[in-house]
């Protein structure tokens, strides 16, 4: 893999170097195991989501960065007039630059967990009048280089976690003889052990905490490799959605089928009640708000 090159996003980076050369505005339909979507605003990338990876939503909601109260009425407010990103900022719910971390985190999670998973092909489709952005983009975007440079920096990480039989499938168990107590453990650390029981992903855990697939799968290598967790026998079967951490079967016993997602978990029902429109309110592609200038790229122990 070529560190900073097009080769290190694969077909994703061989795409977006010739789309970036034409300034190109749209959407980078990515297929694979999930795959996903990249938009595409004169040449950069400004927001990606894949199933394998929380969005900026998952990472606010779920983490507890953002009440659930507090994004459902900025979003009543903000979102029909294209200011969800400024609505958040000035109700003091989540500050500027944060907010910004947190949307380029999501950003570089959902690329590296597409090009994790396996990129077929890769279809680009040009902006159209109806065409739509999430509401949460990272302006005025990413170019393809740095992209390129953060997806390889993540991706040699990944081929040390093969090597100790970590992917994003395995269902990581704690160890046949119990690790010592994890006194003065980090919270993330402990949140991992807690939801690590054998019937979730890496990505699963990600999606119930909160937190960027890459941060929990660093997390779970360092404890495989301490011994504290073990990884299950059988992996997961293809990616579906999370598992919500309260979920449980009628027998009481934790949830063993197919993850799914609960429905509502974005309020958009009421908030279509508030708006009285008959569809969730979105992003015209070229007629953005730009955010502050773009935040300090987050690190492994932030993302």
Not at 85 to 103: D, F, P, T, Y
Not at 119 to 139: H, W, Y
């Amino acid at each position: 893999m070529t560190a900073g090159g097009p080769e290190a996003l694969g077909e994703i980076g061989r795409s977006l170097l010739r789309l970036s050369r034409e300034g190109f505005s749209g959407v980078l339909r990515v297929e694979g195991g999930p795959g996903g979507a990249l938009w595409i605003r004169d040449g950069l990338v400004v927001a990606a989501t894949t199933p394998a990876a929380p969005g900026p939503e998952s990472l606010l909601l779920r983490s507890g960065r953002v009440s659930e109260k507090d994004w459902t009425d900025a979003y009543a407010t903000g979102a029909p007039a294209d200011r969800l990103a400024a609505e958040l900022a000035g109700r003091e719910v989540i500050g500027e630059a944060a907010l910004e971390a947190v949307c380029l985190a999501a950003l570089f999670d959902a690329v590296f967990a597409m090009v994790l998973s396996g990129v077929e092909s890769c279809a680009a489709e040009p902006v159209g009048p109806g065409d739509r952005l999430p509401l949460l983009p990272v302006l005025p975007g990413i170019g393809h280089e740095r992209l390129a440079r953060e997806t390889a920096r993540r991706m040699e990480h990944a081929e040390r976690w093969r090597r100790l039989g970590l992917s994003m499938r395995v269902r990581p168990v704690p160890p046949a003889v119990p690790a010592p107590t994890l006194l003065g453990a980090d919270r993330i650390r402990r949140a991992v052990l807690e939801r690590a029981t054998g019937r979730r992903t890496p990505r699963d855990i990600a999606f119930v905490l909160g937190k960027g697939l890459f941060a929990v799968m660093s997390e779970i290598a360092r404890m495989l490799e301490e011994r504290v967790l073990d990884l299950g026998e059988s992996a997961a079967p293809a990616v579906g959605a999370p598992v919500p951490a309260s979920e449980e079967d009628a027998d009481g016993s934790a949830a063993t089928r197919l993850p799914r997602r609960r429905p509502g978990t974005s309020k958009i029902n009421e908030v279509l009640a508030l708006t009285g429109g008959g569809q969730a309110p979105t992003r015209p592609l070229l007629a953005l708000r730009s955010l502050p200038p773009e935040a300090e790229e987050v690190g492994p122990a932030g993302e």
